[in-house]
């Protein structure tokens, strides 16, 4: 069964860095595009990066210049290093992982549980 297990979200201030991960388990890692996605209370769902297969990247104009997405593929972690942040980025933060050739989400993609982020 696919899994996916988000880490590292928590507390920090603003101005201040967080590296989530994202790991990875039960299909190939390296065939399948990767997405960070948030929710904030009230707040629809919105993409903030995406890590095509051919390794091309799309991040939300919100957070250009800010956050990198990236991988492992031999440790099938995804990862997302979140600089300078901001309150507005406090939200519930979701790995996502599309196993077909259409843009991320859809209805086949598979989601992780989340991790909380806290700007205050």
């Known amino acids: 069964d696919v899994q996916l297990v988000e880490s590292g979200g928590g507390l920090v201030q603003p101005g201040g860095s967080l590296r989530l991960s994202c790991a990875a388990s039960?299909?190939?890692?390296?065939?399948?595009?990767m997405g960070w996605f948030r929710r904030a209370p009230g707040q629809a769902r919105e993409g903030v990066a995406v890590l095509e297969r051919d390794d091309s990247t799309r991040y939300a104009d919100s957070v250009k210049g800010r956050f990198t997405i990236s991988k492992d593929n031999a440790k099938k972690t995804l990862f997302l290093q979140m600089n300078s942040l901001k309150p507005e980025d406090t939200a519930m933060y979701y790995c996502?992982?599309?196993?077909?050739?259409?843009?991320?989400?859809?209805?086949?993609?598979?989601w992780g549980q989340g991790t909380q982020v806290t700007v205050s």
């Open positions: 039960g299909f190939t890692f390296s065939t399948y595009s």
């Open positions: 996502a992982a599309e196993p077909r050739f259409v843009p991320i989400p859809s209805a086949s993609t598979y």
